[in-house]
C-alpha cells in the first residue's frame, strides 16, 4: 500500500506521495529497464513490452497504451511508473483513484533531458543512489559530432509514420551527425505518403525495429536506390541502461 511522507512531484507537477517504494509497476519498458538495473527486485509487475532485462520475471499487466489497470491494483504496488506520451492519462486517473500512486515521466525531447528526468524518478520518486550507467551515459551524450547525413526515419508502414520535429530519437541521431529530414514539420510523427518519402533528398533511411519490425525484406524496397540502415529501436527510443551501448552501436 501507498507510504505516507513528503510529497515529491513528478515531471508533470504532481505529488506523489511516497517514499522509498518497495513493489513498483512499470508501465514504460526503458523505465523497466532502468529501474531494474538500478535495483534487482524492486520491479513487481510490468507491461508485456517490456522485454530489458532479459532476466526480468515478473508478472505481466497488458500494453503500454491499454494496461489491464485491475491486473495493476491486483499487484498491490506502492509505485506505478508511466510516461506521458506512452501512457493514457485515463488510465493514470484510475489508478489514482483508487489511491495508487503515480509518477509520470514527461516526453522528453532531447537525450539530456531524458536523463534528468529518468535521474529524476531514480533518486526523488524511488530514492535510489545514482546508479553508474546514469553517469556514464550522460557523458556520452553530452557531446554532438558535426552532421554529415541527413535521413528519413520510418517508424511504422501502412500508413508511413516518420520521426518529425521534437523527438527524444531524433535528437539521438543528430547528436552522432544525422539530420531528421522531417526535423521542422509541424507534427512530432508525421503521415507522409510513400511518394513524397520517396522524393526526399537524403543520404540514409534509418529503420528501426520496432514499433513496427522492419527488416532487410520489409522496408528497404520502397526506397529503391537509398543507403538505409538498419538500427535497434531500443537504442533509438529507451532512455536508460541501452544508451550506453547505443552510443557505439549507432556511431
Not at 40 to 46: C, T, V
Amino acid at each position: 500500500m501507498p507510504v505516507s511522507g513528503s510529497p515529491t512531484c513528478d515531471d508533470l507537477g504532481e505529488p506523489v506521495p511516497v517514499t522509498s517504494p518497495a513493489r513498483v509497476v512499470s508501465l514504460v519498458p526503458s523505465l523497466t529497464e532502468a529501474i531494474e538495473t538500478t535495483a534487482p527486485g524492486l520491479i513487481a509487475g510490468a507491461t508485456e513490452y517490456c522485454t530489458h532485462p532479459e532476466s526480468l520475471d515478473v508478472p505481466r499487466v497488458g500494453g503500454s497504451k491499454y494496461p489491464d489497470v485491475q491486473a495493476v491494483l491486483d499487484l498491490d504496488p506502492d509505485l506505478v511508473v508511466a510516461n506521458a506520451e506512452e501512457n493514457r492519462p485515463q488510465d493514470v486517473d484510475q489508478l489514482r483513484a483508487n489511491g495508487v500512486p503515480v509518477w509520470v515521466t514527461s516526453a522528453a525531447v532531447t537525450v539530456p533531458d531524458g536523463l534528468r528526468s529518468v535521474r529524476r524518478l531514480l533518486t526523488q520518486g524511488l530514492g535510489l543512489t545514482e546508479p553508474d550507467w546514469l553517469v556514464e551515459a550522460e557523458g556520452l551524450w553530452s557531446k554532438s559530432v558535426p552532421v554529415h547525413s541527413t535521413a528519413i526515419i520510418p517508424v511504422w508502414r501502412r500508413p508511413w509514420v516518420v520521426v518529425g520535429r521534437d523527438t527524444f530519437a531524433g535528437d539521438v541521431l543528430l547528436r552522432l551527425g544525422v539530420a531528421n529530414a522531417y526535423a521542422t514539420h509541424e507534427d512530432r510523427y508525421p503521415r507522409p505518403q510513400l511518394e513524397e518519402l520517396q522524393a526526399q533528398d537524403v543520404d540514409l533511411v534509418v529503420l528501426p525495429d520496432e514499433p513496427y519490425l522492419f527488416t532487410d525484406s520489409d522496408g528497404p524496397e520502397a526506397f529503391p536506390g537509398k543507403r538505409y540502415v538498419l538500427v535497434s529501436g531500443r537504442y533509438l527510443t529507451w532512455c536508460g541502461p541501452s544508451l550506453v551501448d547505443a552510443h557505439s552501436s549507432l556511431l
